[in-house]
């Protein structure tokens, strides 16, 4: 029974609980209202808690800028490809790894987490992609990220004590070789782990702007991430500048508004997508835990 000592710790908690979801959310509500109200009412630090001067300008010129649709497609077509090419890949390591009648399964399992502890860095990374000839291509921000160590022990753990082992038997038994045995057994169960994985995968794709700095000097295949990235800079390095003349403070408006209408833009994809997949996601929190 609850005693007086519990409902008092339940209310604190409660206090807690919505101090830090307030201080979570006030950053994305602000950069919301931000990006449409008036820049100068945002320079002069009149935008607290509603939009004040409604004003798209923001929006506007941020999509008269062929670059950032052009950006915005690059970033969609990495996401797309680059999310399929790790769920195919990962499915093909974590697979094998789960089955019991896998000899080498705990060797191969041990070579593949020593990578996660040590990797050979950026610089050789990068000599390794520039050997391969892939710096500059689409393929500079795929292939070097197709697989994710820590997503295949995920999806491993979920294929050994989310899915019966006699199912797989039964579909032996049945004449199902093992490729049938993935496609037409585990896989149709897997839903949660696979959502979790396209979660985890496209997120990552979305917001990855350091590859495509490192190995892209074509602007053509920019991604979205690294444009807003510039637009970003430009707007600090104008805000050092002196704004006496007209041209120059028009412009700084401009900046002003179009940074926040930019944040918007890159992240409501991603935001729109976490409702849909958030129960999956909290399930692929309790994938990985360890059973005793």
């Not at 990068?126 to 295949?152: C, E, H, M, Q, R």
């Not at 491993?156 to 993935?182: H, K, M, V, W």
């Amino acid at each position: 029974m609850e005693n007086r000592l519990d409902r008092w710790t339940e209310r604190v908690i409660v206090c807690i609980l919505a101090v830090i979801s307030l201080l979570v959310l006030y950053p994305l509500w602000f950069v919301l209202i931000a990006s449409i109200s008036g820049p100068e009412a945002v320079l002069r630090g009149e935008v607290w808690l509603w939009p004040k001067n409604f004003s798209l300008v923001g929006y506007e010129r941020l999509f008269q800028n062929p670059e950032i649709v052009r950006g915005y497609l690059n970033t969609i077509l990495y996401t797309l490809v680059g999310t399929a090419l790790n769920l195919i890949l990962t499915v093909a390591a974590a697979y094998p790894l789960s089955r019991k009648d896998f000899d080498g399964r705990g060797p191969f399992t041990a070579m593949i987490v020593f990578t996660m502890f040590f990797s050979g860095g950026m610089i050789p990374t990068y000599l390794l992609v520039k050997d391969l000839g892939l710096l500059n291509s689409f393929w500079a921000l795929i292939l070097p990220t197709a697989i994710s160590v820590w997503n295949v022990l995920i999806m491993r753990t979920f294929f050994q004590t989310g899915i019966p082992y006699e199912l797989q038997e039964a579909s032996f038994i049945d004449g199902c070789s093992n490729i049938q045995t993935l496609l037409r057994v585990v896989l149709p169960v897997s839903g949660p782990v696979m959502a979790v994985m396209l979660l985890f995968y496209g997120v990552g794709h979305w917001n990855a702007y350091f590859s495509a700095l490192l190995y892209l000097a074509d602007r053509e295949l920019y991604p979205l991430q690294l444009l807003l990235r510039e637009i970003l800079i430009q707007g600090q390095m104008q805000e050092m500048v002196d704004i006496g003349d007209d041209s120059l403070a028009r412009g700084l408006l401009d900046a002003e508004a179009i940074k926040y209408a930019a944040v918007i833009v890159a992240n409501l994809p991603m935001l729109a997508l976490y409702p849909f997949l958030q129960k999956y996601f909290v399930r692929g929190v309790m994938i990985g835990a360890v059973k005793g």
